[in-house]
């Protein structure tokens, strides 16, 4: 049997964790380990395949007591630091629990990460059981838990005319080129 | 997501400053404005990414007919144009299109993977379509 790691995380703990990570009162050491959850890891939940995907960022290190505890990142749904109630390791199969409302389950319904960590320990792939439907997702370990996160680039925006005189200029203004034109809705 | 889904498979796979993207993000829902614009860009950040915003419907009322949409607005919408087309008075029939939720046939809803496809094929071509020129055009 693989070595388990468990613990059971009330949702305040969450905000203390962001914190004492945050502050650098959390030890970091070996965090890219074999066998360790603990670390940042980034990558995608795939509702379906290049077709509807989502950022997701899984932030996990030990509270005070030693027990192992995270946050969870959906930013297309406004999650940010999203408390996991309880994470375990037991071998390589990792189980990460959180609480959210489901439209489908309604208030307070149960989701679990359930995933298989790489050898390496540099992967984290498996499905989001989401009641009886689940979601695929990947995640690949990027930095020790507590260190900053990078702030990504926001374009600039430019209001434009009703009849989107500024797009057809530029449109033009490109004609050499392959164009890719988007109409979408920033929410 | 659709913004991500591009981000993705288009410009982050596809490293070729002959591809320019426009986007324009506007209220499609019905209650967005020009502050939410920003976390939609967010996820289209390539330099060859160009973002607009506007509040009214005219623009994605203009684009209805050239993908052959009737009753519906052409909000999220994927349209690719070949090197060479202009926008004139209207905006032209794109080369190739995808959408998301429209009433129009299934095999364009939105893929990451067949809307890199065919905007390489277009890159492709282009290039093809410039060293013929350069070939025609330089002495034998």
New interface residues.
């Given amino acids: 049997m693989g070595r388990r790691q468990a613990t059971t995380v009330h949702p305040r703990w969450w905000r203390s964790l962001a914190i004492g990570i945050s502050l650098g009162m959390l030890p970091i050491s070996s965090f890219a380990a074999q066998g360790s959850l603990e670390g940042i890891w980034k990558g995608m939940l795939v509702?379906k395949k290049?077709?509807?995907?989502?950022?997701i960022l899984v932030e996990i290190g030990r509270a005070p007591d030693g027990t192992l505890a995270g946050t969870f990142d959906m930013p297309?749904q406004n999650y940010i630091y999203h408390p996991f109630e309880t994470i375990q390791l037991d071998g390589s199969e990792a189980t990460l629990e959180f609480r959210r409302d489901s439209e489908r389950r309604g208030k307070n319904a149960l989701f679990i990460f359930k995933g298989e960590l790489s050898e390496d320990g540099q992967k984290l792939t498996g499905e989001v059981v989401d009641g009886d439907k689940t979601i695929p997702f990947h995640l690949t370990w990027t930095d020790p838990p507590g260190m900053p996160r990078e702030e990504?680039?926001?374009?600039?925006?430019?209001?434009?005319s009703?009849?989107?005189d500024?797009?057809?200029e530029?449109?033009?203004r490109?004609?050499?080129?392959?164009?890719?034109?988007?109409?979408?809705?920033?929410? | 997501?659709?913004?991500?889904?591009?981000q993705?498979?288009?410009l982050d796979e596809i490293d070729d400053d002959?591809?320019?993207?426009?986007?324009?993000?506007?209220?499609?829902?019905g209650?967005?404005t020009?502050e939410?614009?920003?976390?939609?860009?967010?996820?289209?950040?390539d330099p060859r990414?160009?973002?607009?915003?506007?509040?009214?419907h005219?623009?994605?009322e203009?684009?209805q007919k050239p993908i052959g949409l009737e009753d519906e607005l052409?909000?999220?919408?994927?349209?690719?144009?070949?090197?060479?087309?202009?926008?004139g008075e209207t905006?032209p029939v794109?080369d190739y299109y995808m959408h998301h939720g429209k009433s129009l046939p299934a095999e364009r809803?939105?893929?990451?993977?067949?809307l890199h496809e065919q905007?390489r094929r277009?890159?492709e071509a282009?290039a093809g379509a410039g060293s013929a020129t350069a070939s025609a055009g330089s002495p034998n």
Wanted: glycine content about 6%.
């Fill in positions: 509702l290049a077709e509807v995907e989502a950022d297309v990504p680039w926001v374009p600039e925006v430019t209001t434009m009703d009849r989107g500024e797009l057809r530029a449109f033009n490109n004609k050499d080129h392959v164009r890719l034109v988007l109409t979408l809705s920033p929410t | 997501m659709s913004a991500r889904v591009v993705r498979y288009v002959r591809l320019e993207t426009f986007v324009v993000w506007g209220p499609m829902l209650e967005e020009a939410d614009a920003p976390s939609g860009s967010v996820y289209l950040n990414s160009t973002h607009f915003w506007t509040g009214e005219t623009l994605v203009m684009l052409a909000w999220d919408v994927f349209l690719v144009y070949a090197p060479g087309t202009e926008w905006p794109p809803r939105l893929n990451g993977v067949k905007v277009l890159l282009d």
